[in-house]
């Protein structure tokens, strides 16, 4: 009885069979098979690191399509609507993140200069040992964060074709996985331009029509939506009440530094020539993403303002579903009474916005699994073609295992994609951070340091989450449906990163003082990636500290 739990598209919702949108994705998934064909790829450069040919602006929009996953097309505006000022946190965290990739990461990470983020920690800390364990991290990261992205396709693939559920899931999950396993990183940064085009103009065009033809807005209803403040302010307050701000504070943490480590967003900077063009794309990718995020509490205000008139109360014991909730930018529409082959535009754009993600994540998942753990560990002599078929069989196999579990996904869209910010921010940016920052940063320390991120959210999912999933842990579970409070409020699931990532840092610390330091040559390369000193393009800072010792 898989489908028991699930709670599938509100009867609000209409979810009949609509041509004209179901032409217009039928055709847009068209295309991106044929970008996928075009820019089909038979090498590892283009596989992991699109031969790092992506230019500026085209990087930029790569990065816009490859964060706004189903979770910003329509989980955000769902946390907004179903969780009030608690989900602000959510926009704040994806968005703040950002800057601190450009300032502390961006450019420096690409004069390090490797293929995926697992190669940084195993070369920087010259460990086979914690580039598995990074590589595995990734495969978790891709595998819980593209469960959400299935989900929002095949919601959204039921309104469009009317079709049941778990068909969509399978349809959808089958084009994505086919298109990524034939054109690599490559083929999917093609696809993620147009992808964020389709996106940003079927969201902020739903936006538009929603405030304007029901009186919300005229102009830019990203501003003009606090009209509402007055009508919604203390239904959005609700949470409050019985949330905490600790909560609100830890989950907005642990998506700032979340986002700082996951391996899908820090390989779009392996992608290009140099650090100019990752800082520059960097920017470009912010602006692209604000279009979107500063538009998503007005998309949320508006939708339960319609839900509270035309369904019924959105709070309290007959309030809003979670499957509402997660369509909300759709259901706004529709409540809206746009025609429907408009409402299905909307709808296709998250579709769009998960295919997008899902392909990034699939990449940086495969690229773990080929590269450093295959290639780097177990056959150091593997030819070009067994790397690709390796790649390839992992983003099969990572698909299969995604579309299964997101038959019976454990919460809401944006409640899965924080479980990997969560886990990104406790296991990863750490190591990022201090491989950069601090060249004392050695083996024994980070090696330390993920091993204790990764207990700390392990933990934290096992005394919230799982007993949900666990019939005998159910039963030793209290008030608030966890097994141990105290615990849970410390490190809550979609928070473990605000206290955890404090301890990490310590253990990394301590442990690296108390070890022995990394070589010169390591520190050497480390300075580089900081020095003002211009290095050539598809140069690094290996390159160039190797250059100097040769010639000493």
Same mark, same amino acid.
């Given at each position: 009885m898989?489908?028991?739990l699930?709670?599938?598209?509100?009867e609000?919702?209409?979810?009949?069979f609509?041509?004209?949108p179901?032409l217009i994705?039928?055709?847009m998934?068209v295309?991106?098979?044929?970008?996928?064909?075009?820019?089909?790829?038979?090498?590892?450069?283009?596989l992991?690191?699109?031969?790092r040919?992506?230019?500026?602006?085209?990087?930029?929009?790569?990065?816009?399509?490859n964060?706004?996953?189903?979770?910003?097309?329509l989980?955000?505006?769902a946390?907004?609507?179903?969780s009030?000022?608690y989900g602000?946190?959510?926009?704040?965290g994806w968005?703040?993140?950002?800057?601190i990739l450009?300032?502390?990461?961006?450019?420096?990470m690409?004069?390090?200069?490797?293929?995926?983020?697992p190669?940084?920690?195993?070369?920087?800390?010259?460990?086979?040992?914690?580039?598995?364990?990074?590589?595995?991290t990734?495969?978790?990261?891709?595998?819980?964060?593209?469960?959400?992205?299935?989900?929002?396709?095949g919601l959204?693939?039921m309104?469009?074709?009317?079709?049941?559920y778990?068909?969509?899931?399978?349809?959808?999950?089958g084009?994505?996985?086919?298109?990524?396993?034939?054109?690599?990183?490559l083929?999917?940064?093609?696809?993620m331009?147009v992808q964020y085009?389709?996106?940003i103009v079927?969201f902020?065009?739903?936006?538009?029509?929603?405030?304007?033809?029901?009186?919300?807005?005229?102009f830019?209803p990203?501003?003009?939506?606090?009209a509402l403040?007055?009508k919604?302010g203390?239904e959005?307050?609700e949470?409050?009440?019985?949330?905490?701000?600790?909560?609100?504070i830890a989950?907005?943490?642990s998506?700032?530094?979340?986002?700082c480590?996951?391996?899908?967003?820090?390989v779009?900077?392996?992608?290009v020539?140099?650090?100019?063009?990752?800082?520059?794309?960097?920017?470009?990718?912010l602006?692209?993403i604000?279009?979107?995020y500063?538009?998503?509490?007005?998309?949320?205000?508006?939708?339960?303002d319609?839900?509270n008139?035309?369904?019924?109360?959105v709070?309290?014991?007959? /309030? =809003?579903?979670?499957?509402?909730?997660?369509v909300i930018?759709v +259901? &706004?529409?529709?409540?809206?009474? #746009?025609?429907? %082959? $408009?409402?299905?535009?909307?709808?296709?754009?998250?579709?769009?916005?998960?295919?997008?993600?899902?392909?990034?994540l699939?990449?940086?998942s495969s690229s773990?699994?080929?590269?450093?753990?295959?290639t780097?560990?177990?056959?150091?002599?593997?030819?070009?073609r067994?790397q690709?078929?390796v790649?390839?069989?992992?983003i099969?196999?990572?698909?299969?295992?995604?579309?299964?579990?997101a038959?019976?996904?454990?919460?809401?869209?944006?409640?899965?994609?924080?479980?990997?910010?969560s886990?990104?921010?406790?296991?990863l940016?750490?190591?990022?951070?201090l /491989? =950069?920052?601090?060249?004392?940063?050695?083996?024994?320390g980070? +090696? &330390?340091?993920?091993i204790?991120g #990764?207990?700390? %959210? $392990?933990?934290?999912i096992?005394?919230?989450?799982?007993?949900?999933?666990?019939?005998?842990?159910e039963?030793?579970?209290g008030e608030?449906?966890?097994?141990l409070?105290?615990?849970?409020?410390?490190?809550?699931?979609i928070?473990?990163?605000?206290?955890?990532?404090?301890?990490?840092?310590?253990v990394?610390?301590i442990?690296?003082?108390?070890?022995?330091?990394p070589s010169?040559?390591?520190?050497q390369i480390?300075?580089?990636?900081?020095?003002?000193?211009?290095?050539?393009?598809q140069?690094t800072a290996e390159?160039?500290?190797?250059?100097?010792?040769?010639?000493?």
């Amino acid at each position: 009885m898989i489908f028991s739990l699930l709670q599938l598209l509100p009867e609000a919702l209409d979810s009949s069979f609509k041509l004209v949108p179901a032409l217009i994705s039928i055709a847009m998934l068209v295309l991106f098979l044929v970008i996928g064909y075009l820019y089909r790829i038979a090498d590892t450069d283009n596989l992991w690191v699109a031969g790092r040919s992506i230019g500026i602006v085209e990087n930029g929009m790569a990065i816009g399509a490859n964060w706004m996953s189903a979770a910003s097309y329509l989980g955000m505006a769902a946390l907004i609507a179903l969780s009030g000022f608690y989900g602000l946190a959510f926009v704040i965290g994806w968005s703040t993140g950002y800057f601190i990739l450009l300032i502390f990461l961006s450019s420096q990470m690409r004069r390090f200069g490797k293929y995926t983020a697992p190669d940084f920690v195993g070369d920087r800390f010259n460990s086979d040992t914690a580039r598995a364990i990074a590589a595995l991290t990734t495969m978790l990261i891709g595998f819980v964060y593209a469960v959400g992205q299935a989900r929002g396709m095949g919601l959204v693939g039921m309104y469009i074709f009317g079709g049941d559920y778990t068909v969509m899931v399978l349809l959808l999950m089958g084009i994505t996985v086919g298109y990524v396993a034939l054109s690599g990183m490559l083929g999917a940064t093609k696809n993620m331009a147009v992808q964020y085009i389709i996106l940003i103009v079927a969201f902020l065009a739903g936006l538009y029509a929603v405030g304007y033809t029901q009186g919300y807005s005229v102009f830019l209803p990203q501003i003009e939506y606090g009209a509402l403040f007055s009508k919604l302010g203390s239904e959005f307050s609700e949470p409050f009440v019985n949330g905490s701000y600790y909560l609100w504070i830890a989950t907005a943490f642990s998506l700032i530094i979340g986002t700082c480590g996951l391996p899908h967003v820090l390989v779009r900077f392996y992608t290009v020539e140099n650090e100019r063009i990752a800082r520059w794309s960097t920017v470009w990718g912010l602006f692209f993403i604000c279009l979107l995020y500063l538009s998503a509490p007005a998309f949320a205000a508006f939708g339960t303002d319609l839900y509270n008139e035309t369904v019924g109360n959105v709070y309290g014991a007959n /309030g =809003m579903s979670g499957a509402e909730g997660d369509v909300i930018v759709v +259901l &706004a529409a529709q409540l809206a009474n #746009l025609p429907s %082959w $408009f409402v299905g535009f909307v709808a296709a754009g998250g579709i769009a916005a998960a295919i997008a993600t899902t392909a990034g994540l699939f990449i940086a998942s495969s690229s773990a699994a080929a590269h450093d753990i295959y290639t780097n560990i177990i056959n150091p002599e593997a030819s070009q073609r067994q790397q690709v078929f390796v790649g390839r069989a992992v983003i099969v196999i990572l698909g299969a295992f995604v579309t299964v579990t997101a038959l019976n996904p454990p919460a809401l869209v944006g409640e899965l994609v924080a479980y990997a910010f969560s886990l990104a921010g406790l296991v990863l940016f750490p190591m990022f951070f201090l /491989g =950069m920052w601090w060249e004392r940063t050695n083996r024994q320390g980070a +090696l &330390a340091g993920m091993i204790t991120g #990764l207990v700390i %959210w $392990f933990s934290a999912i096992f005394n919230e989450v799982m007993p949900s999933y666990i019939s005998f842990l159910e039963d030793l579970t209290g008030e608030g449906g966890v097994i141990l409070p105290v615990f849970g409020d410390i490190f809550p699931a979609i928070g473990a990163a605000l206290a955890g990532v404090v301890i990490v840092f310590l253990v990394t610390i301590i442990v690296s003082l108390l070890t022995e330091e990394p070589s010169d040559r390591i520190k050497q390369i480390v300075r580089q990636c900081h020095s003002p000193e211009p290095m050539g393009q598809q140069q690094t800072a290996e390159d160039v500290v190797d250059a100097k010792r040769n010639q000493t």
